[in-house]
């Protein structure tokens, strides 16, 4: 059976001079009840792009700026667990939140978002608020600011690429994810984009493949339009954290 590229290159061929044919991203967008996938995944997007914001700034701002005993071999610890594939960990996880009923259920994608579950932006936070001058927090501390209103009120406002950052890499991680919602939701009005371009794939791959290489452009054009948006202060962001501390 020919493949859906060659099935649209035949009718190219058979029809001449291609049109575009706007109404398809009209029809992808109503079939399969995509309009909800959309609104689920912004909805997943929002929490998960929330809760590692402000957990990672706020572990960041430990490691970057407290003294504590074992910070160091903490920190040291934490930056191994970058080395664990996450298929390695998927399994105990799964049973994990089993235990706790939250299957089928937003909450094993976005309750750890909230618990700083994620090592690299820890890392990016605290490379960039190491090059913030002590002299801020000397200031804010002289007027009485405790470590949580120094990091909240001082901090947080100077890190805005950084914050920036990992908005973006978190909203487009959210955004693709396939393994996350087909492990822990089953119901069909939960489902992400992700899950739904699967199965457009399945009902249009060879009747309509133009439907759904609509579809497809409609799931990327979120994470080029945030890109393009955000792109002065990502790369500021990148730079920074990454050179620099």
């Not at 235990?99 to 937003?106: E, P, Q, R």
């Not at 001058?133 to 007027?143: C, F, G, N, Q, S």
Request: contains cysteine; hydrophobic residues 55%.
């Amino acid at each position: 059976m020919p493949g859906p590229l060659a099935i649209a290159a035949g009718r190219i061929r058979a029809e001449g001079p291609v049109q575009p044919q706007w109404h398809n991203y009209a029809l992808a967008w109503r079939a399969h009840t995509f309009d909800r996938y959309v609104v689920n995944t912004l909805f997943i997007a929002a929490l998960v792009v929330l809760g590692t914001v402000l957990s990672c700034g706020l572990v960041g701002y430990a490691f970057a700026r407290l003294e504590f005993r074992g910070r160091d071999l903490l920190f040291l610890l934490l930056l191994s667990t970058l080395m664990i594939p996450g298929q390695v960990t998927s399994i105990p996880t799964f049973v994990l939140f089993a235990k706790f009923g939250w299957l089928d259920s937003y909450k094993p994608l976005t309750v750890p978002a909230f618990l700083a579950s994620s090592a690299f932006f820890i890392f990016l936070y605290r490379q960039y608020m190491r090059t913030i001058p002590l002299d801020v927090e000397d200031a804010a501390r002289i007027d009485g600011c405790g470590p949580l209103q120094t990091w909240w009120l001082i901090l947080m406002p100077l890190s805005k690429p950084i914050v920036v950052t990992v908005a973006v890499f978190t909203f487009v991680g959210v955004w693709n994810d396939f393994l996350g919602p087909l492990l822990y939701v089953n119901a069909d009005d939960k489902q992400t984009v992700a899950l739904g371009l699967q199965s457009f794939k399945s009902a249009f791959q060879y009747d309509d493949p133009q439907v759904l290489m609509a579809a497809s452009v409609l799931l990327m054009l979120p994470s080029l339009v945030l890109f393009f948006l955000a792109q002065r202060a990502f790369v500021w962001g990148v730079v920074v954290s990454g050179v620099k501390g």
